[in-house]
């Protein structure tokens, strides 16, 4: 069994060049300044890292089911992200633990 935890709060992305020095160094990687970019439990993330959820590899009772993306700290455990459909400009994140 998965568990999921999240306020399911929607929250605006930031684009690569509205963040901090400090930010930028850590997506040294990233070159396009519209990438979309958020905060996280005090780390940045890029989306590009997140492999995208395809739903039909899961059975409807799955939780991953409604999310659309993940990044996996480890084996058991990540961060989930769905992006908001109607506004592609917000997101809800979520820690995963299995």
Request: with cysteine.
């Amino acid at each position: 069994m998965l568990n999921i935890i999240s306020n399911y709060h929607w929250r605006q992305f930031e684009y690569f060049f509205e963040l901090s020095e400090k930010d930028k160094s850590e997506l040294d990687w990233v070159k396009d300044d519209t990438t979309l970019c958020f905060h996280y439990r005090g780390n940045v993330y890029s989306l590009d890292e997140f492999m995208r959820i395809d739903k039909r590899q899961f059975d409807n009772n799955d939780e991953f089911q409604n999310w659309d993306g993940y990044n996996s700290d480890s084996f058991f455990s990540g961060i989930l992200i769905k992006i908001n459909p109607e506004d592609n400009d917000y997101y809800q994140v979520a820690t995963y633990i299995g």
